[in-house]
Nanobody, 124 residues
Framework: QVQLEESGGGLVQAGGSLRLSCAVS????????MGWFRQPPGKEREFVAT????????DYADSVKGRFTISRDNAKNTVSMQMNNLKPEDTAVYYCARSSSNYITFRPGGYNYWGQGTQVTVSS
C-alpha cells in the first residue's frame, strides 16, 4: 500500500519562503516520477511541479518558474519543494502525488497516488 504524507505548510508573509516535504511509504519510490499540485480556495486543482524518477528532469508551471524548486532523495523516499518569494496567489492546499510512470507529466490523470495535502497561506 502506497502512502504519501506532506509536511512543511504554514502561514508566511509575501516574499517569504517555505519548504514542503513528502514522505512516501510502500512501493518502489525510485521507479516513479513525483509531482506537486495545489488547489487554491474556490478553484480547481492545478499542476505545480514534477520530477522524473531519476531526478534528472523537472518541469514547472509558468506561475512558479524561477521561484519553486522540486527535488527528491531516492535513498530517503522523499520529494521536496523549496518555495521562495511567495505571493498571496500561492495560497492553496498543496498535494504530493506519485506518478504511474517514470517520466514527468503535468496531467493529474498521470498520478495514481495522492497525499492528504498541506495548507500554505501567504499573507500580503
Amino acid at each position: 500500500q502506497v502512502q504519501l504524507e506532506e509536511s512543511g505548510g504554514g502561514l508566511v508573509q509575501a516574499g517569504g519562503s517555505l519548504r514542503l516535504s513528502c514522505a512516501v511509504s510502500g512501493g518502489t519510490f525510485s521507479w516513479y516520477a513525483m509531482g506537486w499540485f495545489r488547489q487554491p480556495p474556490g478553484k480547481e486543482r492545478e499542476f505545480v511541479a514534477t520530477i522524473s524518477a531519476s531526478g534528472r528532469n523537472t518541469d514547472y508551471a509558468d506561475s512558479v518558474k524561477g521561484r519553486f524548486t522540486i527535488s527528491r532523495d531516492n535513498a530517503k523516499n522523499t520529494v521536496s519543494m523549496q518555495m521562495n518569494n511567495l505571493k498571496p496567489e500561492d495560497t492553496a492546499v498543496y498535494y504530493c502525488a506519485r506518478s504511474s510512470s517514470n517520466y514527468i507529466t503535468f496531467r493529474p490523470g498521470g498520478y495514481n497516488y495522492w497525499g492528504q495535502g498541506t495548507q500554505v497561506t501567504v499573507s500580503s
